[in-house]
T-cell receptor
Framework: GENVEQHPSTLSVQEGDSAVIKCTYS??????FPWYKQELGKRPQLIID?????GEKKDQRIAVTLNKTAKHFSLHITETQPEDSAVYFC????????FGAGTRLTVKP | NAGVTQTPKFRILKIGQSMTLQCTQD?????MYWYRQDPGMGLKLIYY???????DKGEVPNGYNVSRSTTEDFPLRLELAAPSQTSVYFC??????????FGSGTRLTVV
């Protein structure tokens, strides 16, 4: 089955700086790569996703890049704000979505 | 639309007891999933279904069973509960494999 690895496990940045989280996947048949934000005690919330036929996607301060050849994808958050502090998960899917272990992002005011 | 509804929200089980976690969606989604999330960890896929009458094992199926007799419902059965099954359980659904909708979760403690 698919195996998703995510780095780093924790990330601390100053407000206004950029944050980058990286993931790799093992199954070349995976074709859908979402990113989720999870706040304490809440369900995961989709923040951005990308399909395998697209190399990059941007939504305001958030962008995702995908390199299918290397089987890795990344989340970029620019101009970070304290409310961006949360745990972020990457995932990869064909029909069965598998998650990375998560990155705890802390944005210091 | 209510989306994905999970019941109960909280449950305490004794070792060896059994229970069924309920999951219902009203979006006519074909695909449904069960995940568990241990404290401070990522989500692990337990079972999934691509349509009524079809189920498949995920990463951590041992100790669980599922059925999918209708498009709307995807119950998760725990037989002989063990402390290792203490976790938060999330149900999710999607129409065509993208844009998963998650339920609010069931927090299960086995003592």
């Amino acid at each position: 089955g698919e195996n998703v690895e995510q780095h780093p496990s924790t990330l601390s940045v100053q407000e206004g700086d950029s944050a980058v989280i990286k993931c790799t996947y093992s199954d070349s048949a995976s074709n859908y790569f979402p990113w989720y934000k999870q706040e304490l005690g809440k369900r995961p919330q989709l923040i951005i996703d990308i399909r395998s036929n697209v190399g990059e996607k941007k939504d305001q301060r958030i962008a995702v890049t995908l390199n299918k050849t290397a089987k890795h994808f990344s989340l970029h958050i620019t101009e970070t704000q304290p409310e961006d502090s949360a745990v972020y998960f990457c995932a990869a899917s064909r029909n069965d979505m598998r998650f990375g272990a998560g990155t705890r992002l802390t944005v210091k005011p | 639309n209510a989306g994905v509804t999970q019941t109960p929200k909280f449950r305490i089980l004794k070792i060896g007891q059994s229970m069924t976690l309920q999951c219902t969606q009203d979006m006519n989604h074909n695909y449904m999933y069960w995940y568990r999330q241990d404290p401070g960890m990522g989500l692990k896929l337990i079972y999934y279904s691509v349509g009524a009458g079809i189920t498949d094992k995920g990463e951590v199926p041992n100790g669980y069973n599922v059925s999918r007799s209708t498009t709307e419902d995807f119950p998760l059965r725990l037989e002989l509960a063990a402390p290792s099954q203490t976790s938060v359980y999330f149900c999710a659904s999607t129409r065509d494999g993208v844009g998963y909708t998650f339920g609010s979760g069931t927090r299960l403690t086995v003592v």
